[in-house]
């Protein structure tokens, strides 16, 4: 339905919730939230209404394509949501709902999803549905081909999530679960399931412990020096020019020289992982000349919208890392996303604030900076222990 324009100009939607908007921050953005008409009061003779904030922000004059778009995806989601509640508030009311086909094999829903996935973490997304096919022959043999969406209880869940973290270090369990969690969302949404069986199922990740390996400044030196037959130079600079801005791979892989402002030697760009359902997914980086001279310019047949580092998959570049790392005779399991880490590390270490070390990662609280505090004190106590012991 199209934005809605008449005595409620916040009124962007109708229906039962109405979807509205009101504005924050001295009228430059617009908070999104739901109004549910819940009766009416003969006593006061008012109607009685109940409210639900959405958490979503749109810009109040968006000023290019861009911004047009982040507004455009802000809003559909917030439609999205809007309906479904207004089924889930039938069925509490009313008893009624949108009448789906529950017997269809849920192994099979999973692979369209898949199929039908444009976003980038589908890697993730394809991980989680082939850890549940091994969970279910484990443990539900009988179910490994055909299962029904209802037959998916919270205590399965609650098992899978043991599971999981069986199979899985650090975060990679919690990541696969909230994966997973995304399908069973669609499901529902697509009403082949009845209720949220992952409803209050955890993995359990001590989400301030830093628990890859990171490159100090000696061996990121010792990294760049190091060359050998048959690099691939794409390869190389994209991960260097991560260690020292702290891009994640999505978003170098999508980097473009327009994303550059050469004059002012400023990086800006959007984050993929908060495109859409953040007003704060834009960062912007100051770059040195050593970072200028590794993007260079647009080549002969080139515009400002072509790639600058042109990247084959995440996987083969994981690869070229790994095999580079061993070259240089550093002996730490070093992934891609390290160079994240890194460059929070060892830009904490040098001195740098910890809310410019935010900034730079795109973060908008501290919350998942104090992780790397906690390692720079590792790395302290590390130091002091490697003395020549005292006895006095």
């Known amino acids: 339905m199209a934005e809605t324009r008449g005595k409620n ?16 921050k001295n009228g430059t953005e617009y908070s999104l939230y739901l109004e549910y008409q819940m009766g009416y009061n003969h006593d006061t003779g008012t109607s009685v209404r109940k409210k639900e904030s959405l958490s979503l922000y749109i810009m109040a004059s968006p000023r290019n ?12 989601l917030a439609k999205k949501i809007r309906f479904e509640r207004e089924q889930q508030f039938l069925e509490n009311r009313e008893g009624y709902r949108l009448k789906k086909d529950k017997g269809v094999n849920f192994h099979d829903f999973c692979q369209t999803y898949a199929d ?37 209880t919270h205590e399965m869940m609650v098992k899978f999530a043991e599971y999981l973290q069986t199979r899985s270090v650090g975060e990679g369990a919690k990541s696969i679960l909230q994966r997973f969690k ?19 199922v955890v993995c359990v990740v001590d989400d301030q412990a830093l628990k890859k390996d990171v490159l100090s400044q000696e061996e990121i030196v010792k990294l760049i020096n ?41 990086l800006r760009f959007e984050q993929d992982k908060t495109k859409g359902h953040s007003v704060r997914s834009w960062v912007t980086i100051p770059l040195n000349d050593g970072l ?18 042109n990247l084959p998959s ?14 240089a005779g550093i002996d730490k399991h070093i992934s891609w996303h390290c160079a994240r880490h890194s460059c929070a590390v060892n830009l904490l270490n040098n001195g740098s604030n910890i809310k410019t070390v935010a900034s730079i990662l795109g973060h908008s609280g501290l919350k998942h900076i104090e992780k790397y505090t906690r390692a720079i004190d590792k790395l302290k106590q590390d130091a002091i222990n490697s003395l020549p012991e005292l006895n006095i």
């Open 116 to 152: 039908e996935y444009t976003k980038k973490d589908i890697r993730m997304i394809t991980i989680a549905i082939s850890r549940f096919k091994d969970f279910l022959a484990k443990y539900h043999p009988l179910m490994k081909d055909y299962i029904k969406p209802d037959a998916i």
């Open 182 to 200: 995304k399908i069973v969302r669609a499901a529902i949404d697509q009403g082949i399931m009845a209720k949220d069986p992952c409803k209050g």
């Open 65 to 76: 394509t861009v911004q047009r778009q982040q507004v455009k995806e802000t809003l559909e």
């Open 292 to 309: 200028i001279r590794l993007i260079g310019r647009p080549g002969e047949g080139e515009t400002k919208e072509s790639l600058i580092f």
């Open 314 to 327: 995440y996987e083969s570049c994981c690869k070229s890392v790994k095999r580079w790392v061993k070259r």
């Open 226 to 266: 190091t060359h050998y037959q048959f690099e691939k130079e794409n390869v190389r600079n994209a991960f260097i020019f991560c260690l020292y801005t702290g891009m994640r791979f999505c978003d170098v892989k999508d980097l473009r020289y327009s994303n550059i402002d050469y004059a002012n030697k400023l």
């Open 9 to 24: 100009k916040n009124l962007i939607e109708a229906g039962n919730p109405r979807l509205l908007k009101k504005p924050v």
